[in-house]
């Protein structure tokens, strides 16, 4: 009877997870990372054509893909449109939650979220729902209480769900960040290093500041490592001795290790990497952000003491290059904010969230 019972529980079959998360970094590494995580489980994924996924999820997971726009802001004939789109989209993914015979769905949220979440609902299967930023997207605020659970990124962002079931588990981080990763760039050891990084498309008008500022900052010793994007019709004007400039680099992990001081715009997914790694930042929140995400991001971390708030509107090159210089100048400062940036980190943020689907999968 023994041997029976054990071969049973050999041959249990893994539990069944799509994973429904598209578009941006800031979605898809928090879902990658988690999935990374759940070894038990049989994982596939949803995501949505000519997105970012097609290159980093389909060699580690089979993807499915369908055809989702984001909402409206007004009503009009465009938002009947995506609401016919909507109702076709939930049907295709009920149809590959059947057949697939899964178990349950998470998400990172998005405009992907939608479907994936109504699918899952009117199928009666259970639907984890992660919200990075403080202040929740349109679809997480809509739809999240439908979900199992909530996991939110930071303990602010309940405030604004209070339908949904929510567990504060910050937001996943590769699992490079969590290593010491080496840094490939010829930089001395002993010389302080700027690092300005404006999201995944870069930031026009901070690189614009950056570079009037960075004489200065040259003159005070310092390197600047300028991740500039892939839009900036000036990135090539400036050259120095003391200054990288690339649109963007792979080993975020070994250069945020490296750093002193970032100026960094506000997602979610960039203060993560920089509460982990524990670097003081000034963040400019990008204006035209939907709901203005990036300064509700911005204000958890100034008022903790991690970082410096910075309206694009009102900053300007002389205000940007004496806050650095002035923050250069002051060890103790900079390991203070140091200190209040590390506090804000989850390192365990994939564990708990892998945890936390296992505990709602059927």
Known sequence: MELVKETNTLTKAPRRLLVAASGTGGHLFPAIATAQQLHDCHIEWLGVPDRMETQLVASLYPLHTIAVEGFQQRF?????????????????????????????????????AAPAILAA???????????????????????????????????????YLPRAK??????????????REPLNLPIPD??????????????????????QCAPAWFDAGAWVVHLTGNNDPDAESLKHTQYISMPFYDNMAGLLQRANLAISRSGASALTELAVTGIPSILIPFPYAADDHQSFNAEVFATSGAAFLCRQSELTSELLQSKVLHLLSDAEYLKKMS???????????AERLANLVRQFLI
């Open 76 to 112: 009009g004939l465009g938002t009947v449109r995506i609401l016919g789109g909507l109702a076709s989209s939930i049907l295709q993914v009920r149809r590959l939650l059947k057949r697939g015979n899964f178990q349950g769905v998470f998400t990172t949220g998005g405009y992907i």
């Open 339 to 349: 200190e209040a940036a590390s506090q804000l980190a989850v390192t365990d943020s």
């Open 190 to 211: 002993n010389v302080p290093v700027i690092l300005v990084m404006g999201g995944s498309q870069g930031a026009v008008a901070v690189n614009q500041l950056v570079r």
């Open 166 to 179: 929510t567990v504060v588990t910050g937001t996943p981080v590769r699992s490079q960040f969590l290593t």
């Open 121 to 159: 609902r009117s199928l009666g299967l259970p639907m984890i729902l992660h919200e990075s930023n403080v202040f929740p997207g349109k679809v997480t605020r809509w739809f999240s209480p439908f979900c199992s659970a909530v996991a939110i990124g930071f303990e602010a962002t309940a405030q």
